[in-house]
């Protein structure tokens, strides 16, 4: 077309992530570490840490090195800990996001249940775990039931909270297009509220490994969480920490994973991941209608 | 109904939109949005609804895009009583309401969509209706990607898509800035030429309300109605050069006489 007027094509420019690593900021990041654990190290080796509570850097590492290689013995723990983790966040969360969807459906279901929500949510998740192994015993599914009480929640509410404040004009777009109640939902309600049905899944998933822990310091039979108490009641606290640190790598990379299923799923609050999308399905139209003119 | 096919006919060649003693109240009748709305639209002609706020302008529109039912008199629709959202009116709200993870083009084929599965023929259709509003080459940006105005485009696009001849807009590019407005407004009055529609534009700027229109429908509040209706017999296409002529200013104090800023 030609006779229409030239448009701000500035609004498409996608900001770049501008992460060049900033090489000063790195060394300055990297000097204080090295010096804080120098400090650790020499602190207690000249008894200012006491070296119970405090061991030293270095057996920390060399407790690593033996949990994970010489020894070995971190591997079938971690293996039964993230088990449950995955098994009791998946649950809890898709629990949490199909009766978050439920409820937010009925108004009627809504009203009876809101109570019930606020007193539920008030209580500490936690405070329930010991019932639940009176309930159902010691083992695998105790520990999967208090994983998935910690995990519901976060979903449950951002789900419901997603799905009932739905934009009021964009409904009325949907109404004036004749759209039935079940297409509302599926075309507007739903993908509306999926950014933050997302962040309710990234607190569950961070509950979940808190919550692995508690039911191991419960049920000390296996996993990283009885490790951890196995090590300390043996006074063993460079393991302690090795074990410790791996928490910290695997909180750290259940962040980033769940980053990376955010651009995923819900891609249009990213500006790589709209350039993404959209680039693919600019390539299946080519694909199926050729050229646009 | 049968015996009356030729009067019909003729009719509907005519006012495609009438309204008879049209009033709507909420809240259990404490609240009158609008009272005793008389009028016909004529096939293919734009009115404007001009007023301030509150004189019932979106109201108006509810009811003839069957969003809400008067509590009085009827509107009919092509000779059909309005009672419920219909394929033949469309409606576009001054924000763009487009959803933000659909790209352009499939926010255009959203009305098709709730109707069917769209055929490659609908998807060639919103692709020429994205040209048509001049965003070719966005068809697969995002909302978020685009401007305002670029945004709003978009929604003039989706609006067309639903094939409707009889186009209601509330205040369509009432949040653009004034330069993206009257561009929006001159291709607007170029495209619904070219694509045939009988339109309802709602503003509450005078002077657009008159540029764009063939009949100003001039709203007054408290109750909110029609006060007056100002036929615009200004020629057509028009220049926004028209605006300082003085026959458009003549018609400016009219509209504000009614309204009694004058
Ligand atoms: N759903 C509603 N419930 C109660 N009052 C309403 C509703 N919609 C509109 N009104 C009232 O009706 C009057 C006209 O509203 P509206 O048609 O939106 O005016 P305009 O679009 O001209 O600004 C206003 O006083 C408004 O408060
Ligand atoms: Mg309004």
Redesign the pocket.
Same mark, same amino acid.
């Given at each position: 077309m030609s006779n229409t007027i030239d448009i701000d094509k500035n609004s498409t420019a996608i900001k770049s992530r501008g992460s060049a690593l900033n090489i000063n900021r790195v060394l300055k990041h990297a000097t204080i570490f090295i010096v804080l654990v120098l400090a650790w190290e020499i602190g207690s080796r000249i008894g200012w840490l006491d070296p119970l509570f405090f061991p030293k850097p270095t057996d920390i590492l060399a407790s690593i090195f033996r949990i994970y290689v010489t020894q070995g013995n971190v591997w079938f723990h971690l293996y039964a800990s993230l088990g449950l983790v995955f098994a009791g966040f998946i649950a809890g969360s898709v629990l949490g996001v199909v009766l978050g969807s439920l409820v937010g459906f009925s108004a009627v279901i809504r009203r009876f249940i809101k109570p019930y929500v606020i007193v539920l949510e008030a209580t500490p998740r936690i405070a329930v775990a010991p019932l639940l192994i009176a309930l159902l015993g010691f083992g695998a599914a105790s520990k999967i039931a208090i994983i998935m009480l910690v995990c519901f929640f976060a979903p449950f509410i951002n789900t419901l909270s997603g799905v009932i404040n739905v934009n009021e004009e964009k409904l009325e777009l949907f109404e004036s297009l004749g759209a039935s109640k079940f297409q509302i939902f599926t075309k507007l309600v739903l993908p509306d509220a999926i950014p933050v049905i997302m962040a309710g899944e990234r607190l569950a998933l961070t509950a979940a490994l808190s919550g692995v822990l508690v039911a191991e310091f419960i049920q000390r039979d296996q996993g990283i969480g009885s490790l951890i108490l196995t090590y300390t009641r043996n006074l063993n606290m460079a393991s302690a920490f090795a074990c410790i640190f791996t928490l910290t790598l695997i909180g750290f990379l259940i962040f980033r994973g769940m980053e990376w299923l955010d651009n995923r799923i819900a891609f249009w609050n990213h500006d790589d991941g709209m350039t993404r999308v959209g680039s693919r399905s600019k390539q299946r139209w080519l694909k199926q209608h050729g050229e646009p003119q | 109904m049968t015996n009356a096919v030729a009067s019909d006919l003729v009719e509907s060649a005519e006012q495609v939109v009438a309204a008879q003693g049209v009033a709507k109240s909420?809240?259990g009748g404490s &609240?009158i949005?609008l009272q005793d709305a008389n009028f016909t639209v004529k096939q293919g002609s734009f009115v404007s609804l001009v $007023?301030p706020? $509150?004189? =019932?302008?979106?109201?108006l529109l509810r009811l003839i895009a069957g969003l809400i039912e008067p509590t009085q008199g009827h509107i009919e629709v092509h000779q059909t009583q309005v009672k419920r959202a219909r394929q033949d009116v469309a409606m576009m709200f001054q924000r763009a309401t487009l959803l933000e993870w659909r790209t352009a083009i499939e926010n255009v084929l959203l009305p098709t969509e709730i109707r069917r599965t769209p055929s490659s023929e609908d998807k060639n259709r919103a692709m020429e209706l994205l040209n048509l509003v001049g965003l070719g080459d966005f068809a697969f940006s995002f909302p978020a990607q685009l401007s305002g105005g670029m945004q709003q485009r978009v929604a003039l696009a989706r609006l067309l898509q639903t094939g409707a001849d009889i186009l209601l807009l509330d205040e369509p590019f009432g949040a653009l800035d004034e330069f993206t407005r009257e561009k929006l407004n001159l291709e607007l009055l170029r495209i619904v030429s070219e694509v045939k529609a009988t339109t309802i534009f &709602?503003t509450h700027n005078i002077s657009e309300a008159i540029f764009l229109a063939d009949e100003v429908y001039v709203m007054t509040p408290r109750p =909110?109605q029609i006060a007056k209706i100002v036929p615009v017999n200004l020629q057509r296409p028009r220049e926004l050069s028209v605006q300082t002529s003085a026959e458009f200013n003549e018609l400016v104090a009219q509209v504000r006489e009614t309204l009694g800023a004058l």
């Open positions: - | 909420f809240s &609240v949005a $007023g706020s $509150g004189c =019932g302008k979106s109201t &709602v =909110g």
